[in-house]
């Protein structure tokens, strides 16, 4: 097997599924001590139909390539700005659901609670939304780990649609849980993702 794929492959391959695995059953562990097994489904794993979808095209175009442009995965400073970058996305949504705790909740809140307090401290301080913000940055990374030109552009523009459709959704909650308190807030903080305000 080492042979046919190669040294490259190899180390490619193996820091994208330690990086996949990391990333969910870490979201899984914080997820269960911060809310208790109980009230924490198989949804906290974070992985949906499309997210499946778009990691078998990362594979795809990663196989692809290694076959037919193999010059194009040995690009090392390309890959290990992708491991930085992996780690950087990490640490600041990991930061984001410490830092929020009960309020991070991978459903959206529609109805306001009484626990359910504005967070505007540590990471929220300098950025409203750190946990899109590190997954974007996290999912960008991996293909950039990979060399994986399409993907990196791809993944790019669909997690940036996903989350500008989100926070707007999101946003129109918290308004409605917070008034003014949220407005002064997001006139304030920058959302942390590209062209959202
Ligand atoms: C998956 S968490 C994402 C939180 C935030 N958008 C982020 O990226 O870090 C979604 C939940 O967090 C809550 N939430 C978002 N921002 C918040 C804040 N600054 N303070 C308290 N709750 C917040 C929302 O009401 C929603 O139920």
Redesign the pocket.
Known sequence: MVEMLGYTAIRQLSQMIAAVAFFHSSEYVLAVSIHGRSNVTFSSLLISKQYVLAMGFSFLEYFLEILLLPWLKEYWWISNTGIVLVLIGEVIRKA?IIT?DR???????VRHEDH?????HGI?RFI??????GFFIWATATQIMLCNPICIVAFMVVTWRFFSTR?RY?EY??RQFFGSQYEE?SRRVPSGLPFIK
Request: glycine share 4%; no cysteine; proline share 4%.
């Open positions: 984001a929020a309020a991070f909740t991978h459903m959206i809140r359910h307090e504005l967070v505007t929220y409203r939304h750190p946990g899109y913000s926070i999101e909650y918290l807030y």
